[in-house]
C-alpha cells in the first residue's frame, strides 16, 4: 500500500505557517516606511520606494526564518512519520514560495505606494535610480546597500523587467533563508561548537551573493579581499545565485539526510 | 497488514558509552508490550531507534520486513509518543489535532474529538498554556487517535494525575480491544499497569533480560503468606524477592517456578500461594545484587 508522496503537503504546511509570519513581518516594514515616508515629508530628505526599503530587511528577515526551519519544523514532521527527504523537499519549495511571495506582496506595495503618492500629490521624492548604489538619509546615519540590478531595474522605471526584479529580489532573499537554513541545520547536528564554523561558511556564502549581485560588500571581514565589487551581468548573476542556492541546498541535505532528531 | 517488529542485535553508541547492546527481540503485530527497565536502561534510546529518529550502530531493525529509516511506508505508521517541550508551542489544541490529522493516514478525528472531552482538554487554549499533565492528555490523545499500527508511549502518563492515568489506560485498553495495534508502553508504573501488557520486555543497562507473556513471567514467582515460622521455614533456600510481615502473618515473594509438588505442601502447611507482582519481579531482575 503505497501513500502518495508526502512533500506536497509539507511544503503547502510549511508555506502556510511562514507566509502568516511574513505577513506580520510585512505589516511591520509598511509601518516603518510609512513612518518614513513622514519623516521625508517634514524634512525633505531623499526616500528609496518600498521594494528597496524592504530589501535588507526581507534579507534578515529570511535569515532569520531560514534558521528556525530545521527547529521549529524538522523534529515535528519526522515524530509524524514524515522522512527527511520528504521534510527537505518540502521545506525548500516552501521557502522559495516565501521568497517569491515576498517579493511580490513587496512590489505591489511599491505600485500603490506610487499610485497612493501620485493621487495624494505628497512632496515625496522618491528615488529609485541612485547612481551610488546606496540610499543614504541626508545626514548619513543610515545607509542601505541595494544591488544595481534591482536599482537600475525598478518595476516602475523599466516596466518591461519588473519579472526581473522579481526575479532578483526573490534570489537575494532566499539565498539568505536557505544561508540561515544551513545554519540551523549545522546547530542542529553538531551544537554550538561546530555551528560556529558553519557560521563562518554562512558569512563566506553572504559575500558571495554580495559580489554576484554587484552589492558594496558591507561585512567587515571582506576587506581584506582585492576589491569590493564587481560588475556582472543580470544573467550571470541569477545564475550564479542560483547555484550558490543549489550548492547550499545540497550541503543543508548532506546534513539532514540521516540527522539524529532531538527529542 | 500486520506489522511485525524484528530488532536482530541492535546495538547503539553515543561516542563511548554503550546505550544498547547486541539486543535482538520479535514483536509480533497486534499485541500491547510493556518495555521495563530502569532509568537509564535505554529505553527511549529503543524506541527512538523504531520511530527512526535515530539508526543504530550495529544491527537492524525491520517492521514488515523492511527498514524503516526513512521508510515513508513504514514511518507514517510508526507513532512514538513522548514527553515533549511545548514551551514554544503556540498552537492551540484544536490546530495541533488538524495538523497531525494531515500525516497520520489512520487519525480518527471523531475518536480524538472524544478523547478531548474524556481528558477535559480546551480546545481554544494554546499548547504551550497547559498545565504538564494536559499536555501529556494531548500526547495520548494524539497518540491513540492516531491509530498508527505502532504505538509507541514513552512514560507518556508524566505530569498526569492518578484519575487522568485511568482515563489513559481504559480508553487505551477499549480502542486495543477494538483494533488491535501494536503498542509498546514503556514505564516505570510497573505496579499500575501491568494489567494492560501481554507481554513484557526487561531491559538493563542496555541489555536485554527477558521478553516473555506476561503470565507467563508472573508465574515464574509467587507470593507465600502464612504464619511467619512456616513461612521462614518454607522459603528456605528459594530466592526471596520481597517480605511484609503483620503481626506473625508474612508474606514472601519468591522468584522461581513452584512445582506442583511444592504448592501441595505449602497448602499442607497452611500457607497461602498466591501470584508474585511484575513490580517485585521486575525489581528484582534489575537490581544491582543480581
Known amino acids: ?263 | 497488514m500486520k506489522f511485525d517488529v524484528e530488532v536482530n542485535n541492535l546495538s547503539l553508541k553515543y561516542n563511548d558509552y554503550e546505550a544498547l547492546k547486541d539486543l535482538s527481540f520479535m514483536l509480533e503485530g497486534g499485541k500491547v508490550y510493556g518495555l521495563l527497565g530502569r532509568n537509564g536502561a535505554g529505553k527511549t534510546s529503543l524506541l527512538s531507534l523504531l520511530a527512526s529518529f535515530r539508526e543504530s550502530t550495529k544491527g537492524s531493525i525491520k517492521i514488515t520486513g523492511e527498514n524503516p529509516f526513512e521508510n515513508a511506508d513504514i514511518m507514517q505508521n510508526v507513532h512514538l509518543i513522548y514527553e515533549k517541550d511545548y514551551k514554544d508551542e503556540s498552537e492551540k489544541v484544536k490546530g495541533m489535532l488538524e495538523i497531525i490529522e494531515r500525516y497520520r493516514p489512520n487519525f480518527d478525528a471523531e475518536y480524538a474529538q472524544y478523547l478531548v472531552k474524556r481528558f477535559k482538554l480546551p480546545l481554544d487554549k494554546a499548547v504551550n498554556k497547559l498545565s504538564r499533565g494536559m499536555q501529556s492528555a494531548l500526547n495520548v490523545t494524539m497518540g491513540l487517535a492516531s491509530r498508527a499500527p505502532i504505538t509507541i508511549f514513552d512514560e507518556a502518563y508524566l505530569g498526569m494525575d492518578a484519575p487522568t492515568r485511568e482515563i489513559f489506560y481504559k480508553e487505551l485498553l477499549a480502542d486495543q480491544a477494538e483494533r488491535p495495534r501494536t503498542m509498546i508502553l514503556s514505564t516505570h508504573l510497573v505496579s499500575e499497569m501491568d494489567y494492560l501488557f501481554d507481554e513484557v520486555i526487561i531491559i538493563d543497562k542496555g541489555a536485554f533480560v527477558l521478553h516473555e507473556e506476561y503470565e507467563t513471567l508472573i508465574s515464574r514467582g509467587a507470593s507465600i503468606t502464612g504464619a511467619a515460622e512456616e513461612v521462614d521455614d518454607f522459603v528456605s533456600g528459594m530466592t526471596q524477592l520481597n517480605e511484609q510481615q503483620l503481626g506473625n502473618t508474612k508474606a514472601v515473594m519468591v522468584y522461581g517456578y513452584l512445582s506442583e509438588k511444592d504448592k501441595q505442601e505449602a497448602l499442607q502447611r497452611g500457607l497461602e500461594v498466591g501470584p508474585v507482582s511484575l513490580q517485585d519481579l521486575f525489581i528484582h531482575l534489575t537490581s544491582e545484587e543480581v
Do not use: C
Not at chain 1, 123 to 152: G, Q, R, Y
Open chain 1, 1 to 263: 500500500m503505497k501513500q502518495k508522496s508526502i512533500f506536497p503537503k509539507v511544503a503547502f504546511d510549511m508555506f502556510s505557517v511562514q507566509f502568516i509570519w511574513s505577513l506580520w513581518f510585512i505589516s511591520f516594514i509598511l509601518l516603518a516606511h510609512i513612518v518614513m515616508i513622514v519623516v521625508s515629508i517634514n524634512s525633505d530628505s531623499v526616500l528609496g520606494e518600498f521594494l528597496f526599503f524592504s530589501h535588507s530587511s526581507s534579507k534578515v528577515y529570511m535569515l532569520v526564518i531560514g534558521i528556525i526551519s530545521s527547529y521549529a519544523f524538522l523534529t515535528f514532521y519526522v515524530n509524524h512519520g514524515v522522512t527527511r527527504k520528504d521534510y527537505f523537499i518540502g521545506a525548500a519549495l516552501a521557502a522559495v514560495g516565501i521568497a517569491a511571495a515576498i517579493a511580490i506582496i513587496a512590489a505591489v506595495l511599491t505600485g500603490l505606494e506610487y499610485a497612493v503618492l501620485e493621487i495624494t500629490n505628497l512632496p515625496v521624492t522618491i528615488n529609485n535610480s541612485l547612481a551610488d548604489n546606496s540610499i543614504e538619509s541626508s545626514d548619513n546615519s543610515i545607509s542601505i546597500f541595494v544591488p544595481k540590478a534591482i536599482l537600475s531595474s525598478s518595476i516602475l522605471v523599466h516596466s518591461s523587467s519588473w519579472l526581473l526584479s522579481l526575479l532578483m529580489y526573490t534570489l537575494n532573499i532566499l539565498t539568505l533563508y536557505v544561508i540561515g537554513w544551513l545554519i540551523g541545520s549545522g546547530y542542529y547536528r553538531f551544537g554550538w561548537v561546530i555551528g560556529f564554523g558553519f557560521i563562518a561558511i554562512s558569512l563566506v556564502s553572504i559575500i558571495i551573493a554580495d559580489l554576484l549581485w554587484g552589492t558594496e560588500l558591507g561585512e567587515p571581514l571582506s576587506n581584506w579581499l582585492p576589491f569590493s565589487s564587481i560588475s556582472l551581468p543580470v544573467s550571470v548573476s541569477a545564475a550564479g545565485s542560483i547555484i550558490l542556492i543549489g550548492v547550499i541546498l545540497w550541503g543543508i541535505r548532506l546534513l539532514t539526510k540521516r540527522i539524529t532528531i532531538k527529542m
